[in-house]
Protein backbone atom coordinates (compact mmCIF):
# COMPACT_ATOMS: atom_id res chain seq x y z
CA UNK A 1 0.00 0.00 0.00
CA UNK A 2 1.20 2.91 -0.59
CA UNK A 3 2.03 5.68 2.12
CA UNK A 4 0.42 8.59 2.19
CA UNK A 5 -1.30 11.92 4.75
CA UNK A 6 -4.93 10.15 5.90
CA UNK A 7 -6.32 13.59 7.34
CA UNK A 8 -4.69 16.69 8.53
CA UNK A 9 -7.19 18.38 11.05
CA UNK A 10 -6.87 22.55 12.32
CA UNK A 11 -6.45 23.71 15.78
CA UNK A 12 -7.02 27.23 16.97
CA UNK A 13 -4.78 27.63 19.42
CA UNK A 14 -5.56 31.13 21.07
CA UNK A 15 -5.34 34.21 18.97
CA UNK A 16 -3.50 37.85 19.38
CA UNK A 17 -6.28 40.72 17.65
CA UNK A 18 -4.67 43.23 15.09
CA UNK A 19 -6.19 46.45 13.44
CA UNK A 20 -4.93 45.90 9.41
CA UNK A 21 -4.67 49.58 9.50
CA UNK A 22 -1.05 49.36 11.58
CA UNK A 23 -0.26 46.53 8.65
CA UNK A 24 -1.85 48.04 5.47
CA UNK A 25 -2.41 51.16 3.58
CA UNK A 26 -6.59 52.13 3.85
CA UNK A 27 -7.59 49.04 5.45
CA UNK A 28 -9.74 49.41 8.36
CA UNK A 29 -10.48 46.14 10.21
CA UNK A 30 -9.73 44.76 13.53
CA UNK A 31 -9.14 40.79 12.89
CA UNK A 32 -8.85 37.96 14.88
CA UNK A 33 -5.15 35.89 14.49
CA UNK A 34 -5.83 32.71 15.26
CA UNK A 35 -2.68 30.34 16.53
CA UNK A 36 -3.14 27.48 13.61
CA UNK A 37 -1.99 24.33 14.64
CA UNK A 38 -2.16 21.11 11.77
CA UNK A 39 -2.54 17.81 12.90
CA UNK A 40 -1.35 15.34 10.12
CA UNK A 41 -2.35 11.65 10.01
CA UNK A 42 -0.15 9.40 8.37
CA UNK A 43 -0.26 5.96 7.33
CA UNK A 44 3.15 4.76 8.36
CA UNK A 45 4.94 7.36 10.63
CA UNK A 46 1.14 8.21 12.65
CA UNK A 47 0.25 11.89 14.00
CA UNK A 48 2.48 14.88 13.50
CA UNK A 49 1.55 18.09 14.38
CA UNK A 50 2.84 21.27 12.41
CA UNK A 51 2.94 23.94 14.99
CA UNK A 52 2.16 24.01 18.60
CA UNK A 53 0.20 27.16 19.20
CA UNK A 54 0.22 29.33 22.23
CA UNK A 55 0.68 28.83 25.82
CA UNK A 56 -1.74 30.12 28.25
CA UNK A 57 1.92 31.12 29.65
CA UNK A 58 2.55 33.76 27.12
CA UNK A 59 1.85 37.12 29.16
CA UNK A 60 3.92 35.57 32.18
CA UNK A 61 6.88 35.24 30.26
CA UNK A 62 8.87 38.65 32.03
CA UNK A 63 9.53 41.80 30.19
CA UNK A 64 9.65 40.39 26.66
CA UNK A 65 5.95 38.21 27.21
CA UNK A 66 4.57 41.78 28.21
CA UNK A 67 6.08 43.85 25.60
CA UNK A 68 4.78 41.04 23.40
CA UNK A 69 1.23 41.49 24.49
CA UNK A 70 1.12 44.99 24.30
CA UNK A 71 1.60 44.79 20.48
CA UNK A 72 -0.28 41.69 19.99
CA UNK A 73 -3.08 41.93 22.89
CA UNK A 74 -3.11 38.14 22.74
CA UNK A 75 -6.25 35.88 24.32
CA UNK A 76 -5.42 32.01 25.59
CA UNK A 77 -6.65 29.91 28.00
CA UNK A 78 -5.38 26.56 29.63
CA UNK A 79 -8.61 24.79 27.25
CA UNK A 80 -7.25 26.25 24.11
CA UNK A 81 -3.40 24.97 24.15
CA UNK A 82 -2.97 21.96 21.71
CA UNK A 83 -2.61 19.78 24.68
CA UNK A 84 -5.95 19.78 26.05
CA UNK A 85 -7.66 20.13 22.54
CA UNK A 86 -5.94 16.88 21.74
CA UNK A 87 -6.73 15.07 24.99
CA UNK A 88 -10.45 15.97 24.36
CA UNK A 89 -10.21 14.19 21.30
CA UNK A 90 -8.96 11.28 23.39
CA UNK A 91 -5.30 11.90 21.80
CA UNK A 92 -2.67 11.42 24.42
CA UNK A 93 0.30 13.62 23.67
CA UNK A 94 2.79 10.60 24.01
CA UNK A 95 1.07 9.18 20.49
CA UNK A 96 2.70 12.60 18.71
CA UNK A 97 5.86 11.11 16.84
CA UNK A 98 7.02 14.47 15.16
CA UNK A 99 6.67 17.95 15.89
CA UNK A 100 7.42 19.94 12.34
CA UNK A 101 8.20 23.53 13.80
CA UNK A 102 7.41 26.46 10.82
CA UNK A 103 9.84 28.69 13.39
CA UNK A 104 10.39 29.55 16.64
CA UNK A 105 8.42 32.44 17.38
CA UNK A 106 6.33 32.14 20.11
CA UNK A 107 2.66 31.50 18.80
CA UNK A 108 4.24 28.43 17.04
CA UNK A 109 6.16 27.28 19.67
CA UNK A 110 3.32 27.61 23.20
CA UNK A 111 2.98 24.10 23.41
CA UNK A 112 6.48 22.54 22.48
CA UNK A 113 7.32 21.25 26.60
CA UNK A 114 3.89 19.41 26.43
CA UNK A 115 5.11 16.66 23.98
CA UNK A 116 8.91 15.54 25.67
CA UNK A 117 8.88 12.69 23.28
CA UNK A 118 8.50 13.95 20.18
CA UNK A 119 11.15 14.57 17.22
CA UNK A 120 11.06 17.92 16.26
CA UNK A 121 12.00 19.20 12.89
CA UNK A 122 13.11 22.50 12.21
CA UNK A 123 15.65 23.95 9.04
CA UNK A 124 19.18 24.18 10.14
CA UNK A 125 18.82 27.68 9.25
CA UNK A 126 15.61 28.08 11.94
CA UNK A 127 18.60 25.93 14.26
CA UNK A 128 20.94 28.56 13.78
CA UNK A 129 18.69 31.50 14.33
CA UNK A 130 18.10 29.28 17.73
CA UNK A 131 21.58 29.35 18.34
CA UNK A 132 22.58 32.65 17.98
CA UNK A 133 19.53 33.93 18.86
CA UNK A 134 19.05 38.46 19.49
CA UNK A 135 15.69 40.30 20.70
CA UNK A 136 14.87 40.51 16.78
CA UNK A 137 14.57 36.28 16.41
CA UNK A 138 11.75 36.64 19.15
CA UNK A 139 12.54 33.13 20.17
CA UNK A 140 11.80 33.04 24.42
CA UNK A 141 13.24 30.20 25.81
CA UNK A 142 10.83 29.59 28.10
CA UNK A 143 8.89 27.39 25.69
CA UNK A 144 11.86 25.48 24.43
CA UNK A 145 12.65 22.18 26.44
CA UNK A 146 16.23 21.50 27.71
CA UNK A 147 16.93 18.41 25.65
CA UNK A 148 15.69 20.79 22.42
CA UNK A 149 19.01 20.21 20.17
CA UNK A 150 19.01 16.20 20.76
CA UNK A 151 15.20 15.67 19.37
CA UNK A 152 16.10 18.26 16.53
CA UNK A 153 16.21 16.35 12.64
CA UNK A 154 17.96 19.21 11.15
CA UNK A 155 16.61 19.62 7.35
CA UNK A 156 19.63 21.17 5.51
CA UNK A 157 20.20 22.37 2.00
CA UNK A 158 21.64 19.00 0.90
CA UNK A 159 18.77 17.15 2.02
CA UNK A 160 16.05 19.95 0.10
CA UNK A 161 16.98 17.66 -3.27
CA UNK A 162 13.49 17.58 -4.33
CA UNK A 163 12.10 20.13 -7.16
CA UNK A 164 8.67 21.15 -6.47
CA UNK A 165 9.01 23.87 -9.26
CA UNK A 166 11.95 25.30 -11.61
CA UNK A 167 13.13 27.31 -8.74
CA UNK A 168 12.07 25.68 -5.78
CA UNK A 169 13.76 22.41 -4.06
CA UNK A 170 11.78 20.88 -0.75
CA UNK A 171 12.91 17.74 1.01
CA UNK A 172 10.82 14.64 1.03
CA UNK A 173 10.39 13.90 4.88
CA UNK A 174 9.45 10.26 4.41
CA UNK A 175 10.68 9.81 1.02
CA UNK A 176 7.03 9.04 -0.22
CA UNK A 177 6.39 12.02 -1.27
CA UNK A 178 3.15 12.63 0.77
CA UNK A 179 5.10 15.87 2.63
CA UNK A 180 7.57 17.92 0.96
CA UNK A 181 9.05 20.84 3.27
CA UNK A 182 9.88 24.01 1.56
CA UNK A 183 11.68 26.76 3.05
CA UNK A 184 10.00 30.36 2.36
CA UNK A 185 12.27 32.48 3.85
CA UNK A 186 11.42 36.28 4.63
CA UNK A 187 9.50 36.22 7.55
CA UNK A 188 11.70 34.67 9.96
CA UNK A 189 14.87 32.73 9.70
CA UNK A 190 14.58 29.41 7.89
CA UNK A 191 10.95 28.91 7.96
CA UNK A 192 9.77 25.44 6.71
CA UNK A 193 6.29 25.46 4.79
CA UNK A 194 4.79 21.51 4.31
CA UNK A 195 3.19 20.40 0.78
CA UNK A 196 0.93 17.15 1.71
CA UNK A 197 -0.04 15.11 -0.83
CA UNK A 198 0.50 17.75 -3.23
CA UNK A 199 -3.33 19.34 -2.51
CA UNK A 200 -2.41 22.02 0.50
CA UNK A 201 0.22 23.85 1.54
CA UNK A 202 0.42 24.74 5.51
CA UNK A 203 2.32 27.74 4.47
CA UNK A 204 3.00 29.10 8.05
CA UNK A 205 3.61 32.84 8.66
CA UNK A 206 4.62 33.51 4.94
CA UNK A 207 1.64 35.78 4.47
CA UNK A 208 -1.16 36.16 7.12
CA UNK A 209 -4.00 35.34 5.12
CA UNK A 210 -5.00 34.33 1.76
CA UNK A 211 -7.23 37.31 1.40
CA UNK A 212 -3.44 39.49 2.15
CA UNK A 213 -1.74 37.61 -0.57
CA UNK A 214 -1.89 39.94 -3.18
CA UNK A 215 -1.01 42.92 -0.95
CA UNK A 216 1.29 41.81 1.18
CA UNK A 217 4.04 43.07 -0.37
CA UNK A 218 3.19 46.55 0.40
CA UNK A 219 3.32 46.54 3.72
CA UNK A 220 3.58 49.52 5.80
CA UNK A 221 6.48 50.91 8.07
CA UNK A 222 7.03 49.75 10.94
CA UNK A 223 5.13 46.70 10.28
CA UNK A 224 7.68 45.78 7.55
CA UNK A 225 10.15 45.45 10.03
CA UNK A 226 8.46 42.64 11.73
CA UNK A 227 9.85 40.69 8.56
CA UNK A 228 13.16 39.45 9.08
CA UNK A 229 14.32 39.94 5.64
CA UNK A 230 10.95 42.18 3.26
CA UNK A 231 13.18 41.57 0.34
CA UNK A 232 13.20 37.62 0.68
CA UNK A 233 9.48 38.06 2.28
CA UNK A 234 8.31 39.87 -1.59
CA UNK A 235 10.42 36.70 -3.13
CA UNK A 236 8.24 33.83 -1.01
CA UNK A 237 4.70 35.84 -1.79
CA UNK A 238 5.95 35.10 -5.74
CA UNK A 239 6.12 31.14 -4.57
CA UNK A 240 3.29 31.30 -2.85
CA UNK A 241 1.60 32.83 -5.63
CA UNK A 242 2.67 29.96 -7.99
CA UNK A 243 1.49 27.52 -5.76
CA UNK A 244 -1.79 28.57 -6.11
CA UNK A 245 -1.96 28.66 -9.53
CA UNK A 246 -1.17 25.69 -9.88
CA UNK A 247 -4.01 24.43 -7.34
CA UNK A 248 -2.22 24.15 -4.34
CA UNK A 249 -4.67 25.44 -1.17
CA UNK A 250 -2.36 27.46 1.16
CA UNK A 251 -3.42 27.05 4.46
CA UNK A 252 -1.49 30.13 6.40
CA UNK A 253 -1.07 29.72 10.31
CA UNK A 254 -2.92 33.10 11.04
CA UNK A 255 -6.26 32.47 8.97
CA UNK A 256 -9.08 31.22 10.08
CA UNK A 257 -11.00 28.37 9.46
CA UNK A 258 -14.30 27.00 10.13
CA UNK A 259 -13.92 23.85 8.95
CA UNK A 260 -11.78 21.27 11.65
CA UNK A 261 -10.86 18.66 8.85
CA UNK A 262 -9.05 20.81 6.19
CA UNK A 263 -7.67 17.58 4.10
ZN1 LIG B 1 6.00 34.27 13.09
Known amino acids: MQQTVKSVNYFG??????????????????????????????????????DTGYSEKICKTGIIGRIYNLANPTKVSEQDTIKS??????IETDKIKYIILSHLHPDHIGGLLDFPKAKIVLSANALDAYRHRSLRQLIMKQFIPKDFEERV???????????????????????????????????????LCALINHKI????????????????????????????NMDDYRKSLEILKQFR??????????DTYNRKKVL
Open 85 to 90: QLEKQG
Open 13 to 50: CGYCVNNLCRVFKGMHEKRKFPAGVFLIEHSKHGLILF
Open 201 to 228: LLAADSCWGNDLLDISDKMKFPANLIQY
Open 245 to 254: KDGIKLMFSH
Open 153 to 191: IEITKEKTNKTVFDNLKGHDLFDDKSIILVELEGHARGQ
